[in-house]
């Protein structure tokens, strides 16, 4: 790839600078690479496929689709989409292609950060050593790799690309601030869906100890809403959002859990008795219920 900022003869367009074509970087050894290319061509490039860059590497995607993995998991990155990915995360195309659009990168080269040593970055920043050590534990733990719709993050790479390229008086200390408020959007971004994603884990907990608390009570789901402070539209959607099932049918799978439980216990029950233990009207409600989930009979699944 070419440090252009004209069209070259392989349709592709920008800036991209590396350890073998420092150019401003020379004067910013924290910053591995930095890359602005716009693709009118597919490129299939052996430097997109998955690798280890030593450092914390994000993506910003202005235009396009790219199918990327990042630590085993495939993900799609699309338009204002940004992935990030820590030292030890092999991350790229699986192929190697990079299909048509525009995309950023910057790869920050750590002073130290393993998977067993917190973050620290460098003499190059002011950002405190505890909010450094936060940063990285954010990342380390997030399996997510993509901020969705994060279109906030444009402008980072859009100055980032302008500091770089016109190399103006002062432009290192510039990048370091630009860098260092990326990295401090990208924290609130990962602790917002932290906190989001524990009180979503708290809320089906509390329903599941909620519905085993009594498996054979009909549960009406306006009474199970108003016990959760929500009208039964919002806990509907929260319920099938969360678990991939509307609120009756995820009760249906808590029952025949337990109903799978019972069998494989060493107990004298009964099929009846495990169905009305579970809450089923009838041991034939039961039975056909639990092969239409389970793919076969009770009686069936507890010879196997």
């Given at each position: 790839?070419?440090?252009?900022?004209?069209?070259?003869k392989?349709?592709?367009?920008?800036?991209?600078?590396y350890d073998e074509?420092?150019g401003?970087?020379?004067?910013?050894?924290y910053?591995r690479?930095?890359?602005s290319?716009?693709f009118?061509?597919?490129?299939?490039d052996?430097n997109?496929l998955?690798h280890?860059n030593d450092g914390i590497?994000i993506?910003?995607?202005?235009?396009?689709k790219?199918?990327w993995?990042i630590?085993d998991k495939?993900?799609?990155l699309?338009?204002?989409?940004?992935?990030?990915?820590?030292?030890?995360q092999?991350?790229?195309?699986?192929t190697?292609?990079?299909?048509i659009?525009q995309i950023?990168?910057?790869v920050?080269?750590?002073?130290?950060y393993t998977?067993?040593?917190p973050?620290?970055l460098g003499?190059?920043?002011k950002?405190p050593?505890?909010f450094?050590?936060?940063?990285?534990?954010?990342?380390?733990?997030d399996?997510e790799f993509?901020i969705?719709?994060a279109?906030?993050?444009?402008k980072?790479f859009v100055?980032?690309e302008?500091?770089?390229t016109n190399?103006e008086?002062g432009y290192?200390i510039m990048?370091?601030?630009?860098i260092?408020?990326?990295?401090?959007d990208?924290?609130?971004?990962?602790?917002l869906r932290?906190?989001?994603?524990?009180?979503?884990?708290t809320?089906?907990?509390?329903?599941?100890?909620?519905i085993?608390?009594?498996?054979s009570?009909?549960?009406i789901i306006?009474?199970l809403?108003?016990q959760?402070?929500?009208?039964k539209?919002?806990?509907t959607?929260?319920v099938k959002?969360l678990t991939g099932?509307p609120p009756?049918?995820?009760?249906i799978?808590l029952?025949?859990?337990?109903?799978?439980d019972?069998?494989?216990e060493e107990?004298?029950?009964?099929m009846?008795?495990?169905?009305?233990?579970?809450?089923f009207s009838s041991l034939?409600?039961?039975?056909?219920?639990?092969s239409?989930?389970i793919?076969i009979?009770?009686?069936k699944y507890?010879?196997?």
């Amino acid at each position: 790839m070419e440090n252009s900022s004209k069209k070259n003869k392989t349709g592709n367009q920008g800036v991209w600078w590396y350890d073998e074509n420092l150019g401003p970087l020379a004067k910013l050894p924290y910053i591995r690479h930095f890359g602005s290319m716009k693709f009118s061509k597919v490129k299939m490039d052996e430097n997109m496929l998955p690798h280890l860059n030593d450092g914390i590497e994000i993506h910003f995607v202005h235009s396009g689709k790219y199918n990327w993995v990042i630590d085993d998991k495939e993900i799609e990155l699309l338009p204002d989409n940004l992935s990030i990915s820590a030292p030890w995360q092999l991350n790229g195309s699986p192929t190697g292609k990079m299909d048509i659009g525009q995309i950023n990168w910057l790869v920050i080269k750590p002073e130290v950060y393993t998977d067993k040593i917190p973050l620290k970055l460098g003499k190059w920043t002011k950002l405190p050593a505890d909010f450094q050590e936060s940063f990285g534990t954010l990342l380390a733990n997030d399996k997510e790799f993509v901020i969705k719709k994060a279109k906030i993050f444009k402008k980072y790479f859009v100055d980032l690309e302008k500091e770089l390229t016109n190399q103006e008086e002062g432009y290192e200390i510039m990048v370091g601030n630009i860098i260092e408020n990326l990295f401090i959007d990208i924290h609130r971004h990962l602790y917002l869906r932290k906190q989001k994603s524990h009180r979503e884990d708290t809320f089906i907990d509390q329903l599941t100890q909620v519905i085993h608390s009594d498996l054979s009570k009909k549960w009406i789901i306006d009474e199970l809403a108003y016990q959760f402070g929500m009208g039964k539209t919002k806990f509907t959607y929260e319920v099938k959002n969360l678990t991939g099932y509307p609120p009756n049918s995820f009760i249906i799978n808590l029952k025949i859990q337990k109903a799978i439980d019972l069998i494989e216990e060493e107990n004298d029950m009964t099929m009846s008795e495990i169905a009305f233990a579970c809450g089923f009207s009838s041991l034939q409600h039961f039975t056909s219920t639990f092969s239409q989930r389970i793919g076969i009979s009770p009686g069936k699944y507890k010879k196997q």
